[in-house]
């Protein structure tokens, strides 16, 4: 019986299944969170600069907007107008640090940000470029290049142009 039972246990095969290792998917978002960081870094940026003009909408563009308008005393548009710039400050005091918050509460202030910046875009309220930081750096760089090829034009220049000495012992002989 040994000798069938061995027969028995040979003829059974051993199997591993390995499982395929899951296909790590990325979501198909145009830009990442790192992306959305720069493009709001660089808006920001502009406008502190001065290199971009944002037209917040007006209290007359507001009150158009809302036929309460006319029948309260106080221009509700007014207060309106100012709740737009202040809430743009909240934000930009969150995100530059200036105002405590969770790591969260800065991650929904970029992405609110970034929404204006759409929102501000696609009504043609933004006035001039926003410069990337990557070319402030390109042209400091090519700054760089240009300082060092002028420093070895001038090397080279004072090469060709200097006076040759000419060895006297040989011209006497």
Known sequence: MSNEANAADKKIISVRIKRKP??????????????????????VSSWIRGD??????????????????????????????????????????IIAGIKPASENDQKKAINEVFKMLLMFRSSNRIEGKIISNDLQKRVEDLEKKLDAQTKLTEQITGFLFTPKKTNKAKSSS
């Open 22 to 43: 899951e296909m790590k998917t990325e979501p198909s978002q145009l830009f990442s969170d790192k992306d959305i960081r720069r493009i709001v870094t660089e808006f």
């Open 52 to 93: 971009i003009i944002i037209r917040f909408p007006t209290a007359v563009e507001l009150a158009k907007k809302n036929p309460l308008s006319i029948t309260f005393p106080i221009d509700p548009s007014v207060n309106a107008e100012l709740k737009i710039k202040e809430h743009y400050v909240e934000l930009l005091s």
